[in-house]
DNA sequence: CCTGCCGGGGG
DNA sequence: CCCCCGGCAGG
């Protein structure tokens, strides 16, 4: 868990010690696996493609081997259970073959808001198999304000773990409601997955996205921009 | 139900 | 101007 990657969702769960990178060969009919980087292009080189010959001109070699096998990244201990049983929390069915791939998106806490997470530039995940070239789409999300938070601390609000941490651990089914005087109504539906939205700016459907009023609640108004207080198109979160 | 916000109203 | 709210469309 580096400092400058404590975002960083594959970091953090799988920290290094945890993880362990092999070489897989990817030359049709050979499987051989390796565990490092330079052993599988030397494999490659030798076995496959002819012996290197080239001169002595420096810069003049092919890197033909890469493109000839994967860097899988597998866990090791128990890190990768724990994060499968979280994963696991609702799919009903399940009996097929054990490794489930390219799972990465899904695991979030029931509802976080606005915080997401920023997959690593090589989008290489563990327990997938995943070419070296494999790149997920990384997404950013405009966060809001850090001083939005200041008042979460001081108000009501029970539960609501709205720290810019990964899913925790604890993700339990209750829901609490205290229905009483300061405990205001809000209740989420779960969220669909809302699949590929469109394209690059597909059309401007309904405004979407917190305003004042959802983020800090009716018990805040004080806290709104102007224009929200007045029932006004927001100032502060535009879209 | 809840949210965002236009349009209209009052000081 | 500043401030509020009825009421509606879209979830
Ligand atoms: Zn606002």
Redo the contacts with the bound molecule.
Sequence with gaps: LSADCNVCFVCFFYPQSSVKTLFKCTWPGCGKTLSTCSGIERHVRSAHLGPKDEGEDGDCSDHEEEFYYTEIEVSVDTVADTFANMCAASPPLRQLSPPPVHQVEMARPPHEDHMYFQLPPTGKVVQAVITSQGAAAPMTIPVPPASAFAWQQSNSLPSSPVLPMAPTPISPPFRQRSNSASA????HQAMSPKTAGSVPFPRK???????????Y??EN?DLWC?????????SR???
């Design positions: 205001r109504q809000q209740q459907i309904r405004s979407e996205g917190k305003k004042c009023r959802k983020v609640g009716m108004r102007t224009q929200c207080r007045w029932k006004k198109a927001c979160f535009l879209d």
